[in-house]
């Protein structure tokens, strides 16, 4: 099975225009009419495009908070021509990562939050031009790094398949989110999406197209999931599926107290039977404290209701409010739509978004809770809301997945995913916020989930990897010894890279 969206030849020919003939060293600009120059370097010859005329649309990110310049877009026919722009562009020095351009039609950006994936003065690959989901069927999918989870999603259903673990928001590249981890409601049972890989295509630092499993090329495969872009592009890649479900059912659960929506939590994900698990900070009516809610699924093929977990019976929740709701899986696993065209229609999507993105040992997750609570307003949400829900340590096998020391096994993410209306803190005054709260959690051995709106420098880094962060460095100076690659991360010095 093959499909795609948009021919080759349309995406291509969408951003044709500018086309790049050479390089010219001594301004650091490209040419796009034959130059005079003796030192001007010609490109490589490529199946795609390389231009200068869509710059524009990759200077910005879904953040809205940072922008950074391109010198030109790669459109990429294939994965060869990735490779042959980064043994190009290595020798002189001009970084290159890949923009997943996903998100609302109209509105295709990177949707880091903080630039992560943009390069001033470098070459931003245009994902989409790698958009093929080459086949699928229950046990596995063989995609395109730029193909979308929703595609994914719906070229699953035909053939009567589903992801596993899919985040909210399915509007994103899956080699954006595999490199990043990808957080979803499944990873209780199935770990991060990029668990959920079973081989990479990639193309190092040095130009090379290696696949990667891990069986084969391990320490690349578990160096690019969730490598933050630091030793390789994605461009292919095998993805485990599960038999498709007819019918989500839901019950959500309130709570008053962090320390009972805690004990819950775990004790549901420990029962291990559902598919989905979620959790929310809530503001209470009155906007002056606040509440939590547990939203726990079943995703099955009878229409009728399946008998509630017993482990239900046990919560300690506020059973008046308790309440339970089906409708078909796919409207379940596309619900944020709805959500998504609303922020787009109010303004609020093309806003700054300081998103707080965080990662908490189950033994401090109460004190952290109760921390955030004197630090958080409504006002720092806007229209957006926050996620709080347990993973577990044996669900997870990608090794660049930072956790904090848990004697349970035990974490929480943490995810205000803010979108400020006109009440909103400015942003430097948030993005101070974010960072009181990081540096309180660091403190008590917590660590980032690195999507998020958090200025890291070269030490921050290295606390946050610890010991791990040597054996990084030189799988970086492996696998990108120029050091070239998705520099917005800022994870490790380009001066040291030979």
């Known amino acids: 099975m093959t499909t795609t969206n948009v021919s080759r030849r349309t995406m291509i020919g969408a951003t044709a225009g500018a086309t790049v003939l050479a390089w010219l060293p001594a301004s650091r600009s490209w040419a796009t009419t034959l130059p005079s120059d003796a030192t001007a370097m010609p490109v490589p010859k490529l199946r795609g495009t390389l231009t200068t005329s869509a710059v524009d649309g990759y200077s910005h990110d879904f953040g809205g908070m940072r922008t950074a310049r391109p010198y030109a877009v790669l459109t990429p026919a294939g994965a060869d021509d990735i490779a042959a722009m980064i043994r190009f562009a290595r020798n002189r ?78 509007h994103l590249s899956i080699g954006g989110t595999v490199s990043v981890g990808g957080i979803g409601g499944g990873v209780q049972r199935f770990g991060l999406q990029s668990d959920l890989v079973t ?40 993805i485990s ?118 990662l908490v040992t189950k033994e401090k997750v109460v004190e952290f809770l109760q921390y955030v609570e004197t630090q958080l307003t409504p006002a720092d949400f806007g229209a957006g809301f926050c996620i709080i829900a347990p993973l577990q340590e044996k669900t997870l096998k990608s090794p660049a997945f930072a956790l904090g020391n848990s004697r349970s096994g035990v974490h929480f993410f943490f995810d205000m995913l803010s979108f400020p209306g006109a009440d909103a803190p400015p942003v430097a005054e948030a993005m101070a916020k974010n960072r009181r709260i990081y540096d309180w959690l660091v403190d008590r051995g917590g660590k980032r989930y690195i999507i998020g709106a958090i200025e890291m420098s070269i030490g921050d880094w290295m606390r946050h990897f610890g010991a791990r962060y040597t054996t990084l460095k030189s799988l970086r100076d492996r696998f990108d010894p120029s050091g070239i690659l998705t520099p917005g991360q800022g994870m490790f010095s380009r001066s040291s890279a030979k």
């Open 93 to 170: 020095r001009i970084s290159v990562a890949m923009n997943g351009q996903s998100g609302e039609t109209g509105l295709l950006e990177s949707h880091s939050c903080l630039g992560q994936a943009l390069t001033a003065g470098g070459v931003q690959i245009n994902s989409r031009g790698l958009r093929t989901v080459h086949s699928v069927n229950t046990r596995v999918a063989d995609v395109d790094a730029g193909v979308t989870w929703a595609e994914l999603a719906t070229a699953a259903a035909k053939v009567g398949a589903r992801v596993p673990a899919l985040t909210d928001y399915l």
């Open 199 to 238: 081989w990479v295509e990639v193309v190092t630092g040095t130009g090379s197209i290696v696949r990667a499993s891990a069986t084969s090329n391990k320490a690349l495969f578990d160096a690019v999931r969730a490598g933050a872009g630091q030793f390789g592009i994605i461009t292919r890649l095998g």
């Open 241 to 358: 599926m599960a038999p498709a479900e007819q019918t989500a059912t839901i019950t959500t659960l309130y709570y008053d107290d962090a320390a009972t929506f805690v004990a819950d939590h775990v004790a549901l994900m420990e029962a291990d039977c559902f598919d989905h698990h979620a959790g929310s900070l809530i503001s209470t009516d009155d906007g002056k404290s606040w509440a939590y809610s547990i939203e726990v699924g079943s995703f099955h093929t009878a229409p009728e209701l399946p008998a509630a977990p017993a482990a239900l019976a046990n919560a300690k929740d506020v059973r008046s409010r308790r309440t339970t709701a089906s409708m078909p899986y796919q409207s379940w696993a596309f619900r944020v739509d709805e959500f998504a065209a609303a922020m787009v229609s109010s303004g609020h999507w093309s806003g700054p978004k300081p998103w707080l993105n965080l």
